[in-house]
């Protein structure tokens, strides 16, 4: 347990697993007063013993539900945006409802729960915004990421928006770029691609191993923390050498 968050307010969406887990646990242990917030009611029941002092269920394509929820939660000082889905495929294999789907949840969320927290921050003349993009669309082009990668990228450029929009107001908007993460999400793509799966993600990763949730979750950490006071409108890459 520690307290270089101590007394600061993070809301968290994508919590109940994964990269968003991982930092909604991270941010607890680190003093912070969490609320996780995810589709999956199961999951985020787990997070209490980790110390999350509050979780809901949130879907965060739905604005007026999170317009309601950010009145329910009030002002905040971190903002964690974890939500997102990997499409598979080429241009050939996405569909226009994909490609709105994959937009939907990975950009306009975060494009949702901005306009929903960010006056509260604002008011208070502080507030630090940490979104998770990818180093695929950003840093290095992937196989069968087309659409995928299309709003990675744009994460990383609303980013730099709000970065420079309120650079003036106390507000700080950095995001975090990470390579093959082992998580649930990415164990069941893997398991889809045959028995060899895993290990076929592993051979592609310089470092000979996947990342960790708890190693994005301790960037996090920092660009939550006022550590990274000095910090903002950077894609923040964690990769293991996978753009090398």
Not at 169 to 182: F, H, V
Request: charged share 20%; aromatic share 6%.
């Amino acid at each position: 347990m520690g307290d270089r968050l101590k007394g600061k307010r993070a809301f968290v969406t994508a919590g109940a697993a994964g990269i968003g887990r991982a930092c909604a646990i991270a941010f607890a242990r680190e003093g912070a007063t969490v609320f996780a917030t995810d589709i999956d009611e199961k999951g985020l029941a787990l997070l209490t013993k980790d110390g999350v002092s509050e979780v809901a269920r949130l879907d965060v394509r739905d604005t007026a539900a999170v317009v309601a929820m950010a009145k329910r939660v009030g002002t905040i000082d971190v903002l964690l945006n974890a939500a997102g889905f990997v499409h598979h495929g080429t241009v050939l294999e996405c569909s226009d409802q994909d490609w709105d789907f994959s937009f939907d949840i990975n950009v306009k969320s975060m494009h949702r729960t901005l306009r929903a927290f960010l006056p509260g921050m604002l008011q208070a003349g502080r507030g630090s915004i940490v979104n998770i993009s990818s180093a695929a669309g950003v840093f290095k082009a992937a196989p069968n990421r087309y659409v995928y990668g299309a709003t990675k990228a744009a994460v990383a450029a609303l980013t730099r928006a709000v970065a420079a929009d309120f650079i003036t107001k106390g507000i700080r908007c950095n995001c975090i770029c990470p390579g093959t993460i082992e998580t649930p999400s990415m164990l069941d793509r893997a398991a889809a691609a045959g028995p060899q799966g895993r290990e076929m993600f592993v051979s592609r990763q310089p470092m000979g191993r996947l990342g960790t949730p708890e190693e994005i979750a301790s960037l996090a950490v920092y660009l939550a923390s006022d550590e990274s006071a000095f910090t903002t409108g950077v894609a923040h890459i964690i990769d293991g050498g996978w753009t090398l």
